[in-house]
């Protein structure tokens, strides 16, 4: 029994490794492997080969749950907000979801929401044309809000399904620039009711431990819904998204997995925990 | 900060009698901790703690009467080793057209970077013309043009349908010809691991021989940063490296981890969305960020 201590606690610095390396961070890392050591107690385990599915397990516990899934709601429009800060990846995320919603049979507006950056307004628009969805759009460095204000009514004079709306990338210590999203929030809920219904972070997989920050920061000014991971075909893990869970409480819902058209994924937790072990 | 909570360590063992390897030990655990959470690698943590370990169980720290201070000199140093003493300036070619090649990952601000980089060099008088070799991206030539034409600065493209290597040569004669003695080629993101596409900027490279290759990373990117510094410096041999969003407050451990692997300069430092907003990196400043 002794040996097998020893061994245990050389597979738990592997782990650790492993949780580390996989952006898991040090005390999310630090709480998981005193779970599995709190199991390994109560279970009086004494086969290391067990250790990682122990850790795969508490993991899953964190990431699960039924409301993981981005459903469009009964609401018309149904408005879906995305944000994040820059270069995240939240133009060509709305171009895939806008087409898969169209594949789903729904229609589709989107709202040029980003009045700021060079060419954000050409990029959405090929994004649109491609996913066979209109784009409402203002004219450069026109109020952010006031497009979204004209994106609404014309959602409801097209009858369409979802509207979705996309925003500038801006850092979170940025209290403008944050200002500005609240009042994009603002105008939403107040045009259209309980709008905005979906409100999406955009989290880049190679991110460290700043995700927390964006997460907590983005949340207190939009009550977001749900993380839209991307980059996950490269090879970072996105582990942050588990302290993410734990500590802000919003799941994962959908994942990017390149740069085509057809590169976006529901989440799946399990093939998540699977894929940091690999 | 780091250096207040050693001090805060080592008073409580002071109190204790002779400072032992053990005391030195935990000390050390509040420094490695300290970095993995400004995100620096582990592994890189790793080595850098064995480097300070090494010297702070000489007589260096064992032997002072003030263990503390010696501790947090040996850190700086270490630091200071690590991340490079002094701001190191772009190279400008012996004759022709100074060449400036950015690569990365997506999304990392190379576009935006192409245009400080064009800009601050156009403040110092040069003739800087920018490349639009990033045809996959939709709007991407579209973005570039649009920051040439607020910049006042001639962009060169040849639409998206011919190859960036063809590009990039296409542009090189053409600055030879018009006289731009500055010219920054701005490519696509791309995967470390997109073996086609690294094999694109590696052709790009044969064909022009940039003066620089610089490598534009995301400062809040996470330990993932080692793999892929070290794959694109691998293929390029890069020159520099360009950090981004430094105006967010991403501890920076990624800067560490870049110098760690390729002990490539950090060149400079994107500080903003603006045109206006790239400085000249300091190491030191970084080194104080990342330990806080
Ligand atoms: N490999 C990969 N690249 C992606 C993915 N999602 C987005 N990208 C790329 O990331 C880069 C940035 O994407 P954008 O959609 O412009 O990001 P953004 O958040 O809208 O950027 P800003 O509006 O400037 O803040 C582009 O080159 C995209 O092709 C993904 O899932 N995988
Ligand atoms: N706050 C801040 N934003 C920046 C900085 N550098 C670039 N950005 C923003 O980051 C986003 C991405 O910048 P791009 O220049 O499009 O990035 P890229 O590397 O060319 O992207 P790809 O071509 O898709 O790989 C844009 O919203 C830029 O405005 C910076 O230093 N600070
Ligand atoms: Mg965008
Ligand atoms: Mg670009």
């Known amino acids: 029994i002794a040996s097998n201590r020893k061994i245990d606690e050389e597979l738990l610095e592997e782990l650790e490794m492993i949780l580390l390396q996989a952006d898991v961070g040090v005390q999310t890392t630090l709480k998981l492997l005193d779970r599995i050591r709190e199991v390994v107690k109560e279970r009086g385990f004494d086969d290391s080969s067990q250790l990682e599915g122990i850790l795969q397990d508490e993991i899953l516990t964190i990431l699960d749950g039924s409301e993981s899934r981005l459903h469009v709601g009964p609401e018309r429009p149904y408005a879906i907000m995305v944000l994040g800060v820059n270069g995240v990846g939240k133009t060509t995320t709305i171009g895939k979801l806008a087409a898969r919603l169209r594949q789903e049979g729904h229609s589709v507006l989107v709202a040029a929401g980003d009045t700021f950056r060079a060419a954000a307004t050409d990029q959405l628009d090929i994004w649109c044309q491609r996913a066979g969805a209109d784009l409402i759009k203002g004219s450069q460095g026109a109020d952010a809000a006031a497009v979204v204000f004209d994106s609404i009514h014309a959602a409801r004079a097209r009858k369409a399904d979802v509207l979705i709306v996309d925003t500038a990338g801006r850092l979170h210590t940025k209290k403008n620039l944050m200002a500005e999203l609240e009042k ?27 995700a927390i920050q964006q997460a907590k920061q983005f949340n207190e000014i939009a009550h977001v819904t749900g993380i839209a991971l991307t980059k996950l075909d490269g090879t970072a893990k996105g582990g942050i998204v588990i302290a993410v869970r734990e500590e802000v409480g919003i799941p994962v819902k959908l994942i990017g997995i390149g740069e085509q058209i057809e590169d976006l994924r529901d989440f799946d937790a399990a093939e998540f925990v699977e894929a940091l072990f690999i | ?63 002072s009467l003030t263990p503390e201070l010696q501790m947090v000199r040996i850190i700086r140093e270490e630091l200071t080793a690590l991340m490079g003493e002094e701001t190191v300036p772009l190279q400008i070619a012996p004759s022709g057209p100074t060449s400036v090649m950015l690569v990365g990952l ?82 696509a993101g791309r995967l470390q691991i997109n073996e086609e596409l690294m094999e694109e900027l590696a052709r790009i490279k044969a064909s022009i021989q940039p003066t620089e290759i610089l490598f534009v990373a995301n400062v809040m990117i996470g330990s993932e940063v080692v793999n892929v510094a070290k794959t694109f410096d691998e293929i390029l041999d890069l020159s520099g490296v360009i950090l981004t969003m430094l105006d967010g407050d991403a501890r920076g451990g990624a800067a560490l981890s870049i110098r760690s692997v390729t002990q490539k300069p950090i060149k400079f430092a994107g500080t903003g969305e603006g045109l206006d907003a790239l400085e000249v990196f300091h190491p030191d400043r970084m080194s104080n960020r990342i330990i806080g």
């Open chain 1, 184 to 210: 994009i929030g603002r105008v939403m809920g107040r045009e259209l009711e309980g709008a905005p219904h979906e409100v999406l972070l955009v989290l880049d997989a190679t991110t460290g431990q700043n």
């Open chain 2, 1 to 63: 900060s780091l250096t207040e909570r050693l001090q805060q360590t080592f008073k409580k063992l002071r109190g204790q009698g002779v400072l032992t390897e053990k005391n030195v030990s935990d000390a050390l655990r509040e420094v490695r901790r300290t970095l993995m959470e400004a995100d620096v690698n582990v592994i890189v943590v790793k080595q850098f703690i064995d480097n300070v370990k090494t010297r702070a169980l000489g007589q260096e720290v064992l032997g």
């Open chain 2, 106 to 187: 997506q999304g990392s601000g190379k576009t935006t970077a192409a245009g400080k980089l064009a800009r601050l060099y156009q403040k110092q008088g040069r003739n800087p013309m920018l490349v639009a070799a990033d045809v996959y991206r939709p709007a991407a030539i579209e973005q570039l043009r649009i920051l040439g034409e607020q910049l006042e600065i001639p962009v060169f493209s040849m639409g998206d349908q011919v190859s960036p290597v063809d590009i990039a040569r296409a542009a090189m004669k053409q600055a030879l010809k018009q006289g731009h003695d500055f010219v920054v080629i701005d490519t």
